[in-house]
């Protein structure tokens, strides 16, 4: 069953009742992402628009979420396709299904990239030594190789290829599968940080 229990000052959409019950537990499912390797929410799908104008989406970590901010922080190279599609296009979608929970969320968000600024630099001293090994693989991820390359070991240099993406959501849709009913809500904020909600039929 879904924990309908926090609602208060700092909900993330004051729309009471349900509506906003719905919304902070789908916001702590994403607070849980970031703190619990085996939750759905740690993994989450992370879809771009293509140079060519196609969709392009895979599997990232959840390094952070700021609810106030609604905003999940992710890592990646910055040699690699999203980093570009992001350049081009900031315009993103996430999505999440718990299998567990039998709860799917999918955001509509824009993206902001952190290359050698002090957001990226913050990121960089937190992580652990194996994570930051990834950045220094030669060639540049995504290029074709005549053999899988050598694992690469760790090196400060890694840090001109690392790049922290801030993403943040203006739109979260939400659908809970249930043998009495699905249920589907939507929450959009407007610039001002005001939240309107709506039950969409499943
Ligand atoms: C479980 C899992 C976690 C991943 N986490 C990340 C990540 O945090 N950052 C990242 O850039 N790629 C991550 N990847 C790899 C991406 O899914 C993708 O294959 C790679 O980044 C290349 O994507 P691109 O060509 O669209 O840039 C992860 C893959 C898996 C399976």
């Known amino acids: 069953m879904m924990d309908h229990s926090v609602a208060g000052d700092d909900a993330p959409c004051a729309v009471g009742d349900d509506l906003g019950a ?19 929410f740690r993994t989450p799908s992370v879809a771009t628009v293509g140079a060519d104008g196609a969709p392009r989406v895979r599997t990232m970590v959840l390094r952070g979420f700021d609810a106030a901010a609604r905003r999940l922080t992710l890592h ?10 992001i350049v081009r296009m900031p315009r993103v979608a996430v999505h999440v299904y718990d299998a567990r929970a039998a709860i799917q969320i999918r955001l ?4 902001r990239v952190h290359v050698d600024d002090a957001v990226a630099r913050a990121a960089w001293q937190r992580g652990l030594p194996a994570s930051r090994a990834c950045y220094a693989i030669e060639p540049a991820p995504g290029r074709s190789v005549a ?31 249930h043998h009495a009913g699905h249920r589907r809500a939507r929450f959009e904020w407007a ?6 909600a709506s039950w969409l039929v499943p």
């Open 76 to 85: 990646t190279d910055r040699r690699g396709e999203k980093f570009g599609d």
């Open 147 to 177: 053999a899988p390359p050598a694992a690469p070991v760790f090196s400060e240099a890694g840090f001109a290829n690392f790049a922290v993406l801030a993403v943040e959501f203006d739109r979260l849709e939400w659908l809970w599968l």
């Open 22 to 40: 719905v919304v902070a537990s789908a916001f702590r499912l994403f607070a849980r992402g970031v703190a619990d390797r085996r939750s759905a």
């Open 191 to 196: 610039a001002d940080g005001g939240c309107g």
């Open 108 to 111: 509509g968000a824009t993206a």
